[in-house]
């Protein structure tokens, strides 16, 4: 049994879900893996299937009718783990950009320093990109610079998907009331940790863009996040913590 569950959202990830699942369980800490498939149309879910086996008590797998978004996937994993009996909950990508041997970076800083939130941050020292274009770094970071000036978060990553959960930030979050979907979603989750006074560090990782599959970048994820954190702000000025 392990106490921690890593949660990976997928959809088109089929040259990329076995190794990054093999990569978690070759850690030093055993951790758990619940893939969560959007049905993949490259079958990526199938994929999974095949390896359960030789993991079953480790590997763990939701499939959903249709593609609906980062954030409800993950929201569904969340429930899910707290279902069960795991105390630490990440969210980690499926394409090697959150590299799986600092799962236990993120982890001693919930389980061992005291952090209710520890996230991997690429820009908590200098800037830690690698193979990003520099019009994507300006964008990724000056977005976090922007959420930091309406929401006063003193996170310097705030977008980040590298993150571990204490059980119980995501037993006091309404889960059932997050509203977003995209880049917004994972700065909606830090801004209500945040507001409910949870203790959120920043672990500093080196972020690498993917080298198989497909970015699922759009514009409409991108507009989410600019206007989203406003009405996130607007919304926590008339509602009690």
């Known amino acids: 049994m392990s106490d921690a569950l890593v949660i990976i959202p997928t959809y088109n990830e089929i040259e990329n879900i076995e190794a990054i699942i093999r990569s978690v369980f070759s850690q030093e800490k055993v951790f758990h893996v619940l ?3 959007d049905n993949s149309p490259d079958k990526t879910a199938e994929k999974v299937k095949t390896i359960q086996s030789e993991f079953s008590d480790q590997l763990f797998l939701l499939e959903r009718n249709k593609k609906e978004g980062l954030g ?3 929201i569904v994993g969340f429930k899910w783990a707290l279902e069960k009996s795991y105390d630490y ?7 090697f950009s959150h590299n799986p041997d600092d799962l ?3 982890y001693e800083a919930c ?3 005291g952090a209710d939130v520890s996230v991997g941050s690429r820009y908590v020292e200098g800037i830690t990109v690698v193979n990003w274009p520099l019009s994507r770094i300006l964008l990724s970071y000056g977005a976090s610079r922007y959420v930091r000036f309406i929401t006063g978060m003193k996170l310097k990553d705030s977008t980040a998907g590298f993150i571990c959960y204490k059980r119980k930030v995501l037993e006091t979050i309404d889960l059932n009331k997050v509203r977003f979907i995209g880049y917004a979603f994972q700065i909606e989750m830090k801004f209500k940790a945040y507001k409910k006074g949870f203790q959120i560090i920043e672990i500093p990782v080196i972020f690498k863009d993917r080298i198989k ?3 699922k970048m759009s514009s409409s994820i991108i507009s989410e996040a600019i ?3 406003i009405s996130l702000k607007l919304k926590s000025l008339f509602t009690k913590s």
């Open 213 to 215: 599959g497909k970015s």
């Open 104 to 106: 236990i970076k993120l």
């Open 35 to 37: 893939v969560v498939d």
């Open 89 to 95: 909950i990440f969210e980690m990508d499926a394409d």
């Open 72 to 74: 409800r996937a993950y």
């Open 111 to 113: 389980a061992e320093v």
């Open 227 to 229: 206007f989203g954190v």
